[in-house]
T-cell receptor, first 112, second 114 residues
């Protein structure tokens, strides 16, 4: 069973700071990685995808992938109270890349 | 926006009764998924479908069955509901035909079994 691990948190950061969320995975052959944001009582929403080693930036979000070390991280710059949510990491669970295993999520709290 | 609708949004029922949840999509996506989400367990795959009448089991399929008779509808059935199946159920669609494509989730169904 392929595994995805995340620190459950809560991770508390002050407004305007950088929030750093980490995810480690067990399958060295994984090719794609996704970050989802889930507000309390809502469904997961895709915010970032990354396929290659290095950094990918989208607005205030940066995903970082290190396949050799088997971790992927999400940085949120200039954190806002509206970023307070649970962040889920997803990694393929099969070689076809059609099914995914989700981490348990990290709960982020941005304090005004 | 990938149109995906789950129904009902909330349901309360009794142990031993059958329950069917419906997921409807409007954009002809091939892959559809049913997950359950519980505190401490995160999202777990119940069943998925890769086409009409093509389905397969996920990590937590015991006690659940699915059917997909049309591209747009994916049904999840609890034949005889148990209290352990109280959960939030999410349907998702795969956004592309190729590998490594992300999934888009419906709004969820909150199911309580008393």
């Amino acid at each position: 069973q392929k595994e995805v691990e995340q620190n459950s948190g809560p991770l508390s950061v002050p407004e305007g700071a950088i929030a750093s969320l980490n995810c480690t995975y067990s399958d060295r052959g994984s090719q794609s990685f996704f970050w989802y944001r889930q507000y309390s009582g809502k469904s997961p929403e895709l915010i970032m995808s990354i396929y290659s080693n290095g950094d990918k930036e989208d607005g205030r979000f940066t995903a970082q992938l290190n396949k050799a070390s088997q971790y992927v991280s999400l940085l949120i710059r200039d954190s806002q109270p509206s970023d307070s949510a649970t962040y889920l990491c997803a990694v393929p669970s099969d070689n076809y890349g059609q099914n995914f295993v989700f981490g348990p999520g990290t709960r982020l709290s941005v304090l005004p | 926006d990938a149109g995906i609708t789950q129904s009902p949004r909330h349901k309360v029922t009794e142990t031993g009764t059958p329950v069917t949840l419906r997921c409807h999509q409007t954009e002809n996506h091939r892959y559809m998924y049913w997950y359950r989400q519980d505190p401490g367990h995160g999202l777990r795959l119940i069943h998925y479908s890769y086409g009409v009448k093509d389905t397969d089991k996920g990590e937590v399929s015991d006690g659940y069955s699915v059917s997909r008779s049309k591209t747009e509808d994916f049904l999840l059935t609890l034949e005889s509901a148990t209290s352990s199946q109280t959960s939030v159920y999410f349907c998702a669609i795969g956004l592309g035909l190729g590998r490594n494509q992300p999934q888009h989730f419906g709004d969820g169904t909150r199911l309580s079994i008393l």
